[in-house]
């Protein structure tokens, strides 16, 4: 395999067994685009001449580095293995290599990188000072202007351990490289993945004893909790589990007319616009859906927020005339919605009353189903809106969607900030059809649970 920065961290996955079931490549690894968007506040910091010229190191092709620069676009490459660092900063004794790293702590990807770079120009003859992940400093405030918004942290001696293990694995045949070691055979679909509340490693040591299905799982493991074997027999009988009484008084508390709610919010390492902090949240959509349940009939709601200006005003203003406060409001998990609410309540004391009365008619759908008191066969064990639309044996909504998730509507807002060239109207639209989905599932959700009351 030829190592680049992409594929390098797959010689050391190979070795770990199967992955999590549910856990996606993009938690994985980072946004390249992020990364370069942040790259001219590290090289700020840095305080050196910045030179972005594209240069090609290898064998054939060296580089004298000059001293007290930083580098940008610099590619490594030994044997056709390739690597290009997010900067090179180069001292009098040698070079640093940089690396950013989206968060407070490095991520493994970010340091498994470094180390690809570190064996690379160790083969091209370049005289290593130190690899660093720069981190974001959790304490920096962009209005204080105190504090670096990086912080940079030492991991030689990760990558030197890193570089060493990359030297054995070129140098190795290929029927005894690590990349050619067979993962464990593990068919991460079985029932014993999907039990809830069961750490995987115990998942995968019940799987490699022959504990598979979940007729195995009831027959097999004597200590199981309550919400464990309801899952068993509703998977086995194909039959939803279902509280009626707690179903019952959580339908009939609401409104004549329901209004179906969501947020659609992301973080920016960089603080942009009003936000101060990294990583603070940031509203830019709502959606609504309406059910009138007299006569049936629905509407929808939803407004999207360019980020070009501070339209936090607007969007209070909006939600007000959007939500009646004299009738439910069902949300999916109230969590980001109510810190929403009472953030603007706070900022805009104008508006504390009218806030105030939309939180006290908030009514979290999600609770019937973390709380076990709805559960439905091929969930999956898991609890989102998206497992459930599934389980309810519906036309898939998501399906279609070029977005379909929450985080990837939130790296695809991003994209609006971090490339002034990108199709605007295209995002725009994607994300508003996920957010319409989203609200539109829960309406879906709602007809679900009454009728399996009326049943």
Same mark, same amino acid.
């Given at each position: 395999?030829?190592?680049?920065?992409?594929?390098?961290?797959?010689?050391?996955?190979?070795?770990?067994?199967?992955?999590?079931?549910?856990?996606?490549?993009?938690?994985?690894?980072?946004?390249?685009?992020?990364?370069?968007?942040?790259?001219?506040?590290?090289?700020?910091?840095?305080?050196?001449?910045?030179?972005?010229?594209?240069?090609?190191? #290898?064998?054939?092709?060296?580089?004298?580095?000059?001293?007290?620069?930083?580098?940008?676009?610099?590619?490594?490459?030994?044997?056709?293995?390739?690597?290009?660092?997010?900067?090179?900063?180069?001292?009098?004794?040698?070079?640093?290599?940089?690396?950013?790293?989206?968060?407070?702590?490095?991520?493994?990807?970010?340091?498994?990188?470094?180390?690809?770079?570190?064996?690379?120009?160790?083969?091209?003859?370049?005289?290593?000072?130190?690899?660093?992940?720069?981190?974001?400093?959790?304490?920096?405030?962009?209005?204080?202007?105190?504090?670096?918004?990086?912080?940079?942290?030492?991991?030689?001696?990760?990558?030197?351990?890193?570089?060493?293990?990359?030297?054995?694995?070129?140098?190795?045949?290929?029927?005894?490289?690590?990349?050619?070691?067979?993962?464990?055979?593990?068919?991460?679909?079985?029932?014993?993945?999907?039990?809830?509340?069961?750490?995987?490693?115990?998942?995968?040591?019940?799987?490699?004893?022959?504990?598979?299905? !979940?007729?195995?799982?009831?027959?097999?493991?004597?200590?199981?909790?309550?919400?464990?074997?309801?899952?068993?027999?509703?998977?086995?009988?194909?039959?939803?589990?279902?509280?009626?009484?707690?179903?019952?008084?959580?339908?009939?508390?609401?409104?004549?007319?329901?209004?179906?709610?969501?947020?659609?919010?992301?973080? !920016?390492?960089?603080?942009?616009?009003?936000?101060?902090?990294?990583?603070?949240? !940031?509203?830019?959509?709502?959606?609504?859906?309406?059910?009138?349940?007299?006569?049936?009939?629905?509407?929808?709601?939803?407004?999207?927020?360019?980020?070009?200006?501070?339209?936090?005003?607007?969007?209070?203003?909006?939600?007000?005339?959007?939500?009646?406060?004299?009738? #439910?409001?069902?949300?999916?998990?109230?969590?980001?919605?109510?810190?929403?609410?009472?953030?603007?309540?706070?900022?805009?004391?104008?508006?504390?009353?009218? !806030?105030?009365?939309?939180?006290?008619?908030?009514?979290?759908?999600?609770?019937?189903?973390?709380?076990?008191?709805?559960?439905?066969?091929?969930?999956?064990?898991?609890?989102?809106?998206?497992?459930?639309?599934?389980?309810?044996?519906?036309?898939?909504?998501?399906?279609?969607?070029?977005?379909?998730?929450?985080?990837?509507?939130?790296?695809?807002?991003?994209?609006?900030?971090?490339?002034?060239?990108?199709?605007?109207?295209?995002?725009?639209?994607?994300?508003?059809?996920?957010?319409?989905?989203?609200?539109?599932?829960?309406?879906?959700?709602?007809?679900?649970?009454?009728?399996?009351?009326?049943?």
């Amino acid at each position: 395999m030829i190592l680049t920065d992409a594929s390098v961290s797959q010689v050391f996955r190979s070795n770990r067994g199967p992955h999590r079931s549910g856990i996606s490549d993009h938690i994985l690894v980072q946004c390249d685009e992020e990364r370069q968007y942040l790259l001219p506040h590290a090289v700020s910091q840095l305080n050196l001449k910045w030179d972005k010229t594209p240069y090609r190191i #290898s064998p054939d092709t060296l580089l004298t580095l000059q001293s007290h620069r930083v580098y940008s676009q610099v590619s490594f490459t030994y044997n056709g293995h390739n690597s290009c660092p997010d900067l090179i900063r180069v001292r009098d004794n040698g070079v640093d290599i940089i690396a950013i790293s989206v968060s407070y702590h490095p991520i493994k990807d970010v340091v498994t990188r470094l180390g690809l770079t570190r064996f690379l120009c160790e083969q091209l003859g370049y005289l290593i000072v130190s690899t660093q992940a720069f981190c974001i400093n959790p304490t920096f405030c962009r209005d204080s202007n105190l504090g670096n918004f990086f912080k940079p942290v030492i991991v030689s001696s990760k990558t030197t351990q890193i570089a060493r293990t990359l030297s054995h694995y070129i140098n190795t045949s290929p029927s005894t490289c690590i990349a050619s070691k067979p993962s464990l055979a593990c068919d991460t679909s079985a029932d014993i993945f999907q039990l809830t509340k069961l750490p995987y490693k115990k998942k995968l040591s019940y799987f490699k004893s022959g504990i598979k299905t !979940f007729h195995d799982i009831l027959s097999s493991l004597p200590d199981l909790t309550k919400p464990q074997q309801k899952q068993c027999h509703v998977e086995i009988t194909q039959t939803p589990f279902v509280d009626l009484p707690i179903l019952q008084a959580f339908l009939s508390k609401l409104s004549p007319t329901i209004q179906f709610f969501d947020i659609e919010a992301c973080q !920016f390492p960089y603080p942009i616009l009003y936000t101060t902090k990294p990583f603070e949240v !940031f509203p830019f959509l709502f959606s609504v859906h309406y059910l009138n349940q007299d006569s049936h009939k629905t509407s929808h709601s939803l407004q999207f927020y360019d980020p070009d200006m501070d339209f936090r005003r607007q969007f209070a203003e909006s939600l007000i005339h959007s939500l009646d406060p004299s009738q #439910s409001i069902i949300v999916f998990d109230t969590t980001l919605e109510r810190s929403i609410c009472r953030y603007f309540s706070d900022i805009f004391p104008d508006l504390s009353d009218i !806030f105030s009365l939309i939180l006290d008619q908030f009514v979290d759908i999600s609770s019937l189903f973390f709380n076990h008191h709805v559960l439905l066969p091929g969930m999956q064990g898991k609890y989102s809106i998206k497992h459930i639309i599934k389980a309810i044996n519906t036309a898939n909504p998501y399906l279609d969607l070029s977005i379909q998730s929450g985080f990837f509507a939130s790296h695809a807002y991003k994209q609006l900030v971090y490339d002034p060239h990108c199709n605007h109207h295209q995002i725009k639209q994607s994300i508003i059809d996920y957010a319409s989905t989203d609200t539109h599932a829960l309406l879906l959700v709602y007809h679900y649970l009454l009728k399996l009351v009326q049943n």
